[in-house]
């Protein structure tokens, strides 16, 4: 009797951490966002990033008295729900948010896979998607109307990456290229390689490694084998750390070391302390790169001072991605006066706004149209600028 | 022939890790027929121990080896036998059930408490050139300590009381309660020494690799094949599992690309299961 009491009230703690918010029924007139989002499970960190920034909009949002739809100002609720990094239970989730939460609009999970799963299931039921960590094309090409994402594809970041580094340094002829098995890192590692080759370059390494594997101490041996002068790996954050740090116990390095999304994420800098500088990466956000827009925030500044504020940490693309998303669909109710699904799908798809985020314009498969995405270098510990011209902070340095 | 070293090195660096990570797993699967569920977040919380004692109370990993074991040793004395002692005559299921629910909670626990931000202790353990050989020295360390801690396991379970008793009641433990062992205080000490070793684990893992709750599943994973590579139940077993699978992951990541040295790991556990289920090591009646 005890054991099962206190069985009980342990399953009650643990599912009392699963739950996230639970939907409450709400009047009329509340605009409904269903948000599936990884709460817990292993993209529980970016799962929380994107709720942070959703959280800024929202209060940004409700504080003005929320959205006007034709003239009559409607607050908004968002329906937060954790899947628990679960592709099946995202799929479940993104249901039940539309049949029986009966949410107007919904946001994607992080990350393509996830998201692509989403975005089938709102597509059937004709609800507007917003995607903010989705970038890889393979998400877009599947025909959704329904389907818009704030990140430019991944070609995009490579094209520009490869082009300027063999132009800053002329003697970097092999590149070493090796990604995780996985829908983002594999695309950034394949367009990369279709990119280096494009800028001339020689690849003389080229593999990936599986989502399960725990080491990279032989991936990286080889890689020493074949003397490369950029060392280029994508991979999420834990993988990335340890990878810099394998490749400074077995001595391996070269002028020039990628890391895809690496230094875009402060966790990784402060993880790895010095071996972290030098390390080049490219992003779709920075907060150094300054806009300025009409937005609920009204410019980059504003929202990054309110986010440091707020989190006592600075915000990287994920943050600032899903703030501009949920900017976007709101710009698009705005416009269309109306939370009618299929009209604020036209009036998102006619998108041409600028955000503290940068520019939003989506193309025909509903993916912002590239633009010049930020290239950085961690120097000195902190993230340096290199491109475009308008944000540069400093020049390309070589590692020793 | 020095790339083929360096890759053999790599190997054994990697597998006395997972040999390391195994050993509680093989222990209590063996002795208690319970497959413990709990163990990779077991070690993850030795890992975010280690870590905060260095982050925020500047212990040096090494001494929170004599701090974080003695204390997963007590929890999993006090889980053991306050709760899966009470299920474990049942089938396996019900012991499978109940870790897999003490492991969701623990593990979602860490992850509100801890965040799954990976977290690197950033010391610099230097590394040793041998001709282009490489040995980083946080590897090595870990490795001399892996070996040395299960060397003194497996010295404890041939030579003190306790170890026999343990060995007893895994060979039949009608036997051995008739032979008046108190079965449930084996049990209780058999799970605790494996958790003991969780933290020994985590304590090794915090110094080489990043802290995070992602990889508690993979590490579960690793346990489960070197005890199918290596048998049940006893030290040595989990010891040579985990160096063959360390060197079977690291020989074929360097000829077939690193995309199928995990596949060619689990080819070679399941042509185990087929010819030799109890393992290289394993006696039959244990598997």
Redesign the interface.
Known sequence: MRFSKMMSLLSLAGFLTILATKPAMAADDVIRIGAPLALTGALADEGKKQQVAYAMWLKRVNAAGGINVGGKKMKVEIIAVDYQTDEKRAQQIAEKLITQDKVDFLTAPFGSGHTKVVAGVAERYGVPVMASVASSESVFNQGYKFLFGTLSPNGGITENMAKMFVKVMPNVKKIAILGREDVFPKSMANEMKASAERAGLQVVYNETYPVGMLDHATALSKIKASSPDWIYISGYTQDLVLARKQMSDLKITAPIITMITGPSYQEFITALGPVADGVTSASWWHHSALYKSNDVFGSTQEFYKEFVAQNKSDPDYVNASAAAALITLQKAIEKAGTIDKAKVRDALAATDIMTFYGPIKFGPNGMNQGRELPIVQVQKGKVVPLFPDVIKQGSLQAIK | MQ?YI??LT??L??GALYACIAVGFSLVWGVLNIINMMHGSLIILGGYLTFFGWFHLKINPLIMLLIVPPFLFLFGYVLQY??IN?VIARPVLATLTLTF??D??LY??M??VF??????I?MDFG?F?FYDV?L????LLAMVLAFALTGILYWVMRTSRIGRAIVAVRMDKDAAALMGIPINRVYAVTFAISAMMAGVCGVLMAVT??V????SG??L??AFAVCVIGGLGSVPGALVGGLALGLI??LS??WW???N???TGSVLMIILLMTRPTGLLGKAGYE
């Open positions: 790339a360096q890759v790599n190997g660096m990697l306050v709760m009470r629910g003490l969701m909670i979602n626990f992850n509100v965040e799954a931000t990976p977290r690197r950033t590394s050139s490489v980083p020295g946080d590897r690799f990043p995070t709750t992602n990889i993979l590490l994973g690793k992951e690291s990541g360097n690309g690193p995309q040295a995990v596949l």
